[in-house]
């Protein structure tokens, strides 16, 4: 059985991720994290209609909010103890081109794309280590990729600091990896990766993606359901024609 907290799971890819779940892994319990317990509330009713019957539940968690990540952490730990994780983020695009308006945007999207993901997973860093099996998944984009970048390989960006962050999101899930190897002892280590759901259809971007969001959730199902070492931590995935391909850095 697992336990998976899918933050942001009211909504777009987050959203997407709880359905491919809970058709894919074995008697899962699946958490909604979302800042509003009635969003995730409807959430969970819009996916019974569509005949998901596995074990749903809703806390609420807004990443920017410590005190509500401990309340979270602490709801968890008590009613679960373990569970698998994964992250969602926003972007923020500027009001005007003012330079203050500039500003408050760019420190929006790297508090929640990069800060606020790290806080949230040391928070819950003590109730992974209760599971035989615990798992990061941090959900990136090719947009943080640098080679794919420098190669010319994607469009223009529309908001520069979403890239930004999503490169810098793939560093701190490196470094937190390389932390857990270097602990060594008895505990299990937690096992962290990188993934690139794609260019989905989601409010996000307005609708105009190339991808069905249950498509981009696939890449978080198939690490989530392999076996431990199936795949090398501290790796970047992304998952193309059905073929689960790593992501140049």
Not at 7 to 14: D, K, P, Y
Not at 183 to 204: L, N, Q
Request: proline fraction near 4%; include cysteine; glycine fraction near 8%.
């Amino acid at each position: 059985m697992t336990t998976t907290l899918v933050t942001g799971g009211n909504r777009g890819i987050g959203y997407a991720i709880v359905k491919v779940l809970s058709a894919r892994l074995v008697s899962p319990t699946l958490i909604i994290g979302c800042r509003d317990i009635e969003s995730g509330e409807e959430s969970i009713k819009q996916l019974r209609t569509e005949g998901i019957s596995v074990d749903l539940d809703v806390v609420r968690i807004d990443i920017e909010d410590d005190d509500s990540i401990r309340e979270a952490v602490t709801s968890i730990g008590q009613k679960y103890g373990k569970l698998d994780f994964n992250n969602a983020a926003r972007v923020t695009r500027p009001e005007s081109d003012r330079l203050e308006d500039a500003r408050r945007a760019a420190n929006e999207v790297y508090n929640n794309g990069i800060a606020s993901n790290e806080i949230v997973t040391r928070a819950f860093l003590p109730i992974l280590r209760r599971s035989p099996n615990p798992r990061v998944i941090m959900v990136s984009s090719a947009r943080g990729s640098i080679g794919l970048t420098a190669a010319r390989e994607l469009p223009r960006a529309a908001v520069v600091s979403y890239c930004v962050s999503k490169a810098a999101l793939n560093m701190l899930m490196m470094h937190l990896q390389l932390e857990e190897e270097a602990k060594g002892g008895e505990d299990i280590m937690v096992e962290y990766w990188a993934v690139s759901p794609g260019h989905c259809r989601t409010a996000f971007n307005g609708f105009r993606g190339n991808k069905e969001p249950e498509e981009g959730a696939e890449v978080v199902a198939r690490l989530l359901e392999a076996k431990r070492g199936e795949f090398s931590p501290g790796t970047f995935w992304q998952c193309e024609d059905g073929e689960l391909k790593e992501v140049k850095w």
